[in-house]
Each structure stands twice: as structure tokens, then as C-alpha cells.
């Protein structure tokens, strides 16, 4: 079923819908301990620490409740969600709170947090970016001539972008200069 979390225990052989149904756009695995899950959609954020068998909501200072993404930082305590229409928060305690962190009303889907500072974030949507060195503090908007359809850091701490299945840019200077490596 769209939207619904689906869990599997046995690499994947088999699945079962989360109890009771979680719907969620995007789902998180703390790096730490895989049984602690973080969901994020239309009803806002929800964990569970048992591995997707229960779950409990975790919206205390979210305001905006359509969730477009949520990620960890490397850190591993801090939480990222970016939202329809409510901006930018971050959650410094696993969760617990939520504060939002700028970009306004604008409507986001992606944050992508630099494995190496998990104070170096990108968020944004298709035509819009912004990026932060303070972990959301502060923003500034960038340009990257094209409609993006998603972005990720590598380990190494490359940018890549996507271009609707039809090309995947690299970027080895933080997004100054790309290089088509789709072929």
C-alpha cells in the first residue's frame, strides 16, 4: 500500500505493514542501533525503538505536520526534516524536541547532511537550494542551472545530483563545477 511502512526481517523475503499502519513518506534507521526507526509524512514524525513494531509520535515543537524528508546527522543525535510549507527544523535530542531552523514557509524535499561536518547540510527542492555550514542556522541559496531530482553526499564528501533519471552530475568542489558521470 502506497505510503504505508512496510517492515522485513528477513532481508527482505517476506514484509509486514508496521502496527498499527505508519504512513510515512520517508523513514530514517538510527546509524547506531538498527532498531531504533524514525518515519516522517503527512501526520509528521513517529519512531520506534523496537525495530517498526510499535511507534509513537515525536512532534513536540513541530508545527509543520507533512514531513518531505528527514535524515540523520552524523553526529548521529541530531535529526533533519525538511516540510511542505514549515521550513527547516532539526531536532538536536533524538526527537524529543523540534525547532525550527529557517526557510521560511517554503516548500522543501531534501536535506542531505555532509558525512564528514554534520554542520554542512543542503536543503531545498528541484529549482530551489540552499546551504548551511552551521547545522541550519543560517542559509545561503544556491544555483545550480538545472532542475535537481535528488542529491547525496559521498563518503568522500562529493555532491551528486540527479536530473529525473536522465543524468547524474558530480561535483568534487561543493557544486562550483560539475561533471556528467551518467555514462
Known amino acids: 500500500t502506497s505510503g504505508v511502512l512496510k517492515i522485513s526481517s528477513d532481508g527482505g523475503q517476506t514484509w509486514r505493514s508496521a502496527s498499527p499502519n505508519v504512513d510515512v513518506m520517508t523513514v530514517d534507521v538510527d546509524p547506531l542501533d538498527p532498531d531504533i526507526l524514525y518515519g516522517a509524512g503527512y501526520h509528521g514524525i513517529t519512531k520506534s525503538v523496537d525495530g517498526g513494531i510499535t511507534w509513537s509520535s515525536i512532534n513536540s515543537g513541530l ?32 526527537g524529543v524536541t523540534w525547532m525550527p531552523m529557517g526557510l521560511g514557509q517554503n516548500y522543501l524535499s531534501y536535506v542531505i547532511v555532509d558525512p564528514n561536518n554534520s554542520d554542512h547540510l543542503f536543503a531545498g527542492n528541484g529549482s530551489w537550494h540552499n546551504e ?52
Open 132 to 183: 548551511s555550514y552551521d547545522a541550519g542556522a543560517t542559509w545561503s541559496e544556491r544555483t545550480f542551472g538545472q532542475t535537481v531530482s535528488s542529491m547525496a553526499f559521498a563518503v568522500n564528501s562529493d555532491l551528486y545530483r540527479g536530473w529525473f533519471g536522465m543524468q547524474v552530475l558530480k561535483s568534487a568542489d561543493n557544486g562550483m563545477s560539475w561533471v556528467d558521470v551518467s555514462a
Open 63 to 94: 508545527t509543520a505536520q507533512l514531513i518531505t524528508a528527514l535524515v540523520y546527522g552524523t553526529d548521529n543525535h541530531t535529526l533533519f526534516a525538511t516540510t511542505w510549507t514549515g521550513g527547516f527544523w532539526s531536532s538536536a535530542d533524538f
